[in-house]
């Protein structure tokens, strides 16, 4: 199973020292449990952080989804349309460009951490957001800290040139991914709907 970099210390560690007990309980007959749990805390980071083949959907004016989760809030504020997605524990944990375009800007904005699915983590809480344009207006992507995801990392920069589907960043344990889009656009989800990222069809630019 492959998985993405920010994951190989937590699995490292605990597969390591799990599988060092083991061989002590040979001798101490009690650490078995804990060479046993460590070897399991192992396994389960192996698995929050996995990084799984993704067939990216493609076509004319589709803009796909950034993240795995479910549709949490569906908004428009009439400059824009914006989409809310809640992480689990239980969903894949990195980002996709939603489109493909030039990075504009990528900001780090400190804050709170409350739970994600608040009606006020998206205003307060830290994030990192960032700012893609391309021939058809500006896209916004907030990866957005949690009462569990304290860190949010972002692998793109300002002046990257990305394709629809290139990998843009992670967030540690669960937390919310925004979208803000241009205004012309036809949703193409609802609220509790799963998604995918970057193969679910959130939205498709309306055209003239």
Same mark, same amino acid.
């Given at each position: 199973?492959? @998985? ?18 083991? @061989? @002590? ?41 950034? %993240? ?83 860190? %949010? ?47 679910? @069809? ?7």
């Amino acid at each position: 199973m492959r @998985i993405v970099k920010e994951g190989y210390p937590f699995v490292k560690f605990f597969g390591i020292l799990g599988l060092i007990l083991l @061989i @002590i309980s040979y001798y101490i007959k009690l650490l078995i449990v804990i060479g046993l749990l460590f070897v399991l805390l192992s396994l389960l980071f192996a698995w929050f952080f996995r990084d799984p083949e993704v067939k990216i959907t493609s076509g004319n004016n589709l803009i796909i989804s950034p %993240c795995n989760g479910t549709i949490l809030e569906i908004s428009d504020s009439g400059s824009e349309k914006i989409i809310r997605v809640f992480l689990s524990i239980f969903d894949v944990h990195l980002q996709r460009s939603p489109v493909s375009g030039k990075i504009l800007n990528v900001e780090h904005k400190k804050g709170k951490f409350l739970k994600a699915m608040s009606a006020t983590a998206h205003l307060v809480n830290e994030q990192n957001i960032i700012t893609i344009e391309n021939d058809n207006g500006i896209y916004i992507i907030k990866q957005i800290a949690g009462i569990i995801a304290r860190r %949010c990392i972002t692998w793109v920069k300002q002046g990257d040139e990305l394709k629809v589907g290139d990998k843009i960043g992670l967030i540690k344990f669960g937390s919310q991914v925004d979208l803000h889009m241009p205004k012309n656009v036809n949703i193409q989800t609802k609220v509790g709907q799963k998604v995918v990222s970057g193969y679910t @069809i959130l939205a498709i630019l309306k055209t003239v």
